[in-house]
């Protein structure tokens, strides 16, 4: 790869992984004012910019976008590149998209992945199911640590889940990035295997050495729970019940995604937080 590459939301959870795998290159990270720099690899060189405004592209060949899709800027960013002559672009959309229920955010995602798929860019887009790993993430970090302090845990449905662990996505962002089979084409990206609910949060509670009972909950009591505590949006609530289960034969074959298992995942993340047994 030559040029340079620009990287957009490399403070985030996701992008901080991404920009440690490619700081060796010749890596420019997109800031915000306001951005958390101390996230960042040492020395890399950071331009300061905002995905509202025009974007500081000189030089640059290949970008990576690792904010999100569903706030409405990616049309005007893919204008933005066109016209730059930035030639390589990975971005990261979610699996959300494929949800059934009316979620506001769903079609602002769709129109950025339309934008994107209808450019003359030599795009991939990754679609990432639920992401965890460390203490960044905002979903088994907590589960872990409820479960480490807590014996009982609320089960609303049983639907199937399929976790990715945060450096399983990165690796892959890096393997694709030099890979023309994955030129104009877009990947899901889950764990390794789909688990039941209940399967997910007893894997979790032995991952922090303990044992767990799960309590059935009325998916219309939790979402009036949702409502009333407003600790989780109704949209996130309803989405517990639905199955969110992918393949990824394509991954796999074009670019060798190999996943890891989510108990393998979680017992990872219980000791880097100091929870395993
Ligand atoms: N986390 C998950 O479970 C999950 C699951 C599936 C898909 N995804 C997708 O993966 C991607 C990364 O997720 P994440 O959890 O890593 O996100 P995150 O932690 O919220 O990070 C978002 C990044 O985008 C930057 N950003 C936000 N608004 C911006 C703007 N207006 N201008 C410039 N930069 C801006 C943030 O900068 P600051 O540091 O300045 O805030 C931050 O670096 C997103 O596309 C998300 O939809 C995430």
């Known amino acids: 790869m ?3 590459l620009l990287l957009i939301g490399g403070t985030g959870f996701l992008g901080s992984f991404v920009a440690t795998r490619l700081a060796s290159r010749e890596l420019l990270v997109l800031v915000r004012p ?21 974007l500081p592209l000189e030089g640059v060949e290949t970008l990576v976008y690792c904010a999100s899709m569903g706030f409405g800027q990616v049309p005007a960013l893919v204008q933005q590149l066109d016209s730059a002559g930035v030639r390589r672009a990975i971005f990261v959309s979610t699996t959300a998209i494929y949800t059934s229920l009316p979620a506001p955010s769903r079609a602002v995602r769709l129109q950025a992945e339309e934008a ?8 991939t887009i990754v679609r990432p199911t639920m992401i965890y790993g460390t203490r960044r993430d905002r979903n088994i970090s907590r589960l872990l640590r409820f479960l480490h302090r807590w014996p009982v845990f609320p089960q609303c449905g049983n639907a199937l889940w399929q976790p990715v ?7 892959a962002i890096v393997s694709l990035l030099g890979t023309p089979a994955t030129y104009r084409r877009a990947y899901n990206l889950p764990g390794a295997r789909p688990l039941r609910f209940a399967d997910l949060v007893r894997t979790a509670a032995r991952a922090v ?27 996130q609530m309803r989405r517990l019940a639905e199955d969110k289960a992918f393949p990824f034969t394509e991954a796999s074959a074009d670019f ?22």
């Not at 662990?165 to 690796?171: K, L, P, S, T, Y």
């Not at 309590?215 to 009036?224: E, K």
């Not at 060798?256 to 047994?277: D, I, K, M, Q, V």
């Open 209 to 235: 050495g303990r044992r767990v009972l799960l309590v059935p909950v009325p998916l219309a009591a939790a979402t009036l729970g949702a409502r009333l505590t407003r600790a989780v949006s109704e949209e």
């Open 256 to 277: 060798g995604y190999s996943p890891r298992c989510f108990e393998e995942g979680a017992r990872a993340e219980a000791r880097l937080l100091g929870l395993a047994p």
């Open 116 to 123: 994107v798929q209808t450019s003359s860019l030599n795009w």
């Open 165 to 171: 662990h945060v450096e399983d996505v990165a690796d």
């Open 34 to 54: 306001t951005s958390d720099r101390r996230v960042l690899p040492p020395h890399v060189e950071v331009r300061v910019g905002e995905l509202s405004r025009p």
């Open 2 to 4: 030559s040029g340079r």
